[in-house]
């Protein structure tokens, strides 16, 4: 009885499927999590912009062919006076919005640092107005400052003032109640930053310049102060953004108003695409101008900052 040799077959390495390495494994995993973001980023953001900037050089008014202008949408704006009035209540708004908001939240923070009774509490009370609805703390706010029976003009009565300011509804001091109810709404956000940026400054060098006797106001100034650099930067930075992008504060207490006294280049934007003839291209223009305005300043702060550092 013969008995054959068993015949073993050879398997080439080469014709199995290998399996991905350990670092390809991470960094699938790694895309997989930053997809999500990066598919919205584009769809919702990257793409629109870049539609924004090539529209702003045509007409079209979304039922008509896109029709390519050049540049007469920019040369258009040297003669629109709603835009011009808009650029500088924009200008005016971030002027005296951004050191207000800058002084109350850094004072608020220092204030709320410190070992006081109830110190929660006054933290949360702080920020309860950001975190809270704005048309609920706009309509709160057009109450206490209503010309004829709002607590502040009826306080100032009560004080003998006479010519009462009419705030929202007066041409002369509607920016000025969108300014203050900014900086009320606002600063308990940036209140907490600040906070933030105290808790990592250095007390060693407090209490050495408290035992060579310095006074409060110079630890502030000279030790303090200069470690808070870096969040005064940052929050510096965010506040100049977001005053150019102001548009619901003054929807909600102003609606632009009166005339064109709180029409900001967002609240102009919004008019010429939306509210009368739909002029997508002169509203991109616009938003091109917004772009280049905030970048500039943008680049401006950052380069003041570095040559500071």
Known sequence: MSTKPAVKTAQNPGAQKRGLSRDARNNLTAYSFIAPNFIGFCIFTLIPMVFAIGLSFCNWDGQHAIEFVGLKNFLDLAGDKTFKTAFVNTIVYCVGTVPLTLVCSLGLALLLNQNVKLRNFFRTVSFFPYVASLVAVAAVWNMIFSPSMGPVNMLLSSLGVENLPRWAAGKDTAMITVILFSVW????????????????????????????????????????????RPTTFFVTITLTIASFKVYDQMYMITQGGPGDATITLVYDIYNIAFVNTPKYGYASAVAMVLFALVLAITLFQFRNSSNND
């Open 185 to 228: 709404k606002n600063m308990g956000y940036y209140m907490v930053i600040y906070l933030a940026g105290l808790q990592g400054t250095n007390p060693v060098l407090v209490e050495a310049a408290e035992l060579d006797g310095a006074s409060k106001w110079h630890v502030f100034w000279h030790v303090t102060l200069p470690q808070l």
